[in-house]
């Protein structure tokens, strides 16, 4: 079936700095790719949706200067959490659109973040 | 305006206790309901496309079902390893795809 790889699955970083988040679709390509955050015990919550080659489309009340999303190529997107503060700690999963007939939606398994 | 509910939000069933999720959607076109299992810490893994009325799919001890109006996931005979958080979701002809709350599925040995 097809793969989503997403990278890092964890990462801890200070306060202030900025982290990257990649997210590939590794047998298929991806027009179309979705990020959510998650806190625990909660529902998938759809930050931003990112198309191959144009700007993407944050959900409202999501800071697009916060939470920058490139998707320069059909099989990777990019979620870069700039000035990180704790508050940010989250759960962060991607997801893309695979094409043909089906067009299902597969995640990533998702990366851990934690801003001391 | 795509909606999509869940019913119940948390679920126990004693091993090889047999019962059904609930997905109730509305859509404006529906393009595919999709179902999803999630453990904790992980993505969710995909489980189901369903296009159409009338339609089902089997995987294991999972059958999922579906309506014009809702669709539900039967577990016949659970073991404690089907403890998940299952979601459900739809897409519609405008790439939109909304997802459900999910139901938490805790089977006790």
């Known amino acids: 079936g097809a793969v989503v790889s997403q990278h890092p699955s964890w990462v801890i970083c200070k306060s202030g700095t900025s982290v990257k988040i990649e997210c590939r679709s590794l047998d298929f390509q991806a027009t179309t790719m979705f990020w959510y955050r998650q806190f625990p015990k909660q529902s998938l919550m759809l930050m931003a949706t990112?198309?191959?080659?144009?700007?993407?489309?944050?959900e409202q009340g999501v800071e697009k200067d916060k939470f920058l999303i490139n998707h320069a190529s059909l099989t990777l997107s990019t979620l870069t959490v700039t000035s990180a503060h704790p508050e940010d700690s989250s759960f962060y999963i991607c997801?893309?659109?695979?094409?043909?007939?089906?067009?299902?939606?597969?995640f990533g398994e998702g990366s851990w973040l934690t801003v001391v | 305006e795509d909606q999509v509910t869940q019913s119940p939000e948390a679920l126990r069933l004693q091993e090889g206790e047999s019962s059904s999720l609930n997905c109730s959607y509305t859509v404006s076109g529906l393009r595919g309901l999709f179902w999803y299992r999630q453990d904790p810490g992980k993505g969710p893994e995909f489980l189901f496309t369903?296009?159409?009325a009338g339609e089902e799919k089997e995987k294991e001890r999972l059958k999922a079902t579906l309506t014009k109006k809702e669709s539900f996931l039967h577990i016949t005979a659970p073991k404690p390893e089907d403890s998940a958080t299952y979601l459900c979701a739809v897409a519609d002809y405008g790439q939109n795809f909304v997802f459900g709350p999910g139901t938490r599925l805790s089977v006790l040995p």
């Open positions: 369903l296009y159409s």
């Open positions: 997801s893309a659109l695979g094409t043909g007939p089906g067009n299902t939606i597969y």
């Open positions: 990112s198309n191959e080659g144009s700007k993407a489309t944050y």
